[in-house]
Structure formats: structure tokens, C-alpha cells
């Protein structure tokens, strides 16, 4: 048995990571195993979670204040050696092309569409799957 992913899901309102969370469920593939979340609601505890490795994914709310997923990403893009990809989720479609500046991995814009994200996600996460195979 493939031990349990870890995802970070950062945003400073409650409602977006839940609405995350609540998307993707505790197994969002069945190529994938199970899902565990970590939640944070500030960019330092983003920093420092990624710098204490273990994550498999970073899902970053692009539209968190006052550091938003973009910007983070980046960030983390320039500064962790070995980065977890990295979805950002973004406020309307439009702005996806932002994502492109930030290094995003992957882009899912609101209203978050539970199949859009799941599917982003499993795409994602499915090579980490693979490191994991003996």
C-alpha cells in the first residue's frame, strides 16, 4: 500500500481551503492513494512547511491576502531546491496567464469545478505516485 500524499492547501479564508478540500475528497483519483491535507493560512507557515519538505503538492489560493498564491509560488519556485509542484488557484479564468509568471505548475480557477480539480491534481501528483512504485 502506497503511503497517504500529503497536500498543502494555503489560503487566509477557511471557506476556499474547505471548498478544496471538499473538491478533491480524501482520494481525488483511484490511481491515486489517499490525500492527506495540511492547512495553513499564512505565508510564513507556507514557507515553512515547504521548507521542511514532505509535501507532495502545494495548492496556493492566488487570491489570499496579503501574500497572494502567485507570489508565493514563486517564491517558492526561486528558493526550494526541489519545489513540490504547485497549483495555484486563481479568481477567473483570465488570470491564468499570471500563473505562468509565478512558475505554477497548474492552474484551476473559482468557482473551483470538483472534475477540473481533481483532474489537475492527478495529473500532478501521478509521478510522485510513480517515484513510489518498487
Same mark, same amino acid.
Given at each position: 500500500?502506497? @503511503?497517504? &500524499?500529503?497536500?498543502?492547501? *494555503?489560503?487566509?479564508? #477557511?471557506?476556499?481551503?474547505?471548498? =478544496? $478540500?471538499? %473538491?478533491?475528497?480524501?482520494?481525488?483519483? @483511484?490511481? &491515486?492513494?489517499?490525500?492527506? *491535507?495540511?492547512?495553513? #493560512?499564512?505565508?510564513?507557515?507556507? =514557507? $515553512?512547511? %515547504?521548507?521542511?519538505?514532505?509535501?507532495?503538492?502545494?495548492?496556493?489560493?492566488?487570491?489570499?491576502?496579503?501574500?497572494?498564491?502567485?507570489?508565493?509560488?514563486?517564491?517558492?519556485?526561486?528558493?526550494?531546491?526541489?519545489?513540490?509542484?504547485?497549483?495555484?488557484?486563481?479568481?477567473?479564468?483570465?488570470?491564468?496567464?499570471?500563473?505562468?509568471?509565478?512558475?505554477?505548475?497548474?492552474?484551476?480557477?473559482?468557482?473551483?469545478?470538483?472534475?477540473?480539480?481533481?483532474?489537475?491534481?492527478?495529473?500532478?501528483?501521478?509521478?510522485?505516485?510513480?517515484?513510489?512504485?518498487?
Amino acid at each position: 500500500m502506497a @503511503r497517504a &500524499l500529503k497536500v498543502l492547501v *494555503y489560503s487566509d479564508n #477557511a471557506d476556499s481551503r474547505q471548498q =478544496i $478540500r471538499m %473538491a478533491l475528497v480524501r482520494r481525488p483519483s @483511484r490511481e &491515486l492513494p489517499e490525500v492527506e *491535507y495540511v492547512e495553513v #493560512a499564512t505565508e510564513p507557515m507556507v =514557507i $515553512r512547511a %515547504a521548507d521542511a519538505g514532505g509535501l507532495d503538492l502545494l495548492i496556493l489560493d492566488g487570491e489570499a491576502a496579503p501574500a497572494g498564491g502567485m507570489g508565493v509560488c514563486r517564491q517558492l519556485k526561486d528558493e526550494i531546491f526541489h519545489c513540490p509542484p504547485v497549483l495555484v488557484v486563481v479568481g477567473r479564468p483570465q488570470d491564468a496567464w499570471l500563473a505562468t509568471w509565478s512558475r505554477a505548475d497548474a492552474v484551476v480557477s473559482h468557482p473551483i469545478e470538483p472534475m477540473t480539480m481533481a483532474q489537475a491534481v492527478t495529473d500532478l501528483l501521478r509521478p510522485r505516485v510513480a517515484l513510489q512504485q518498487p
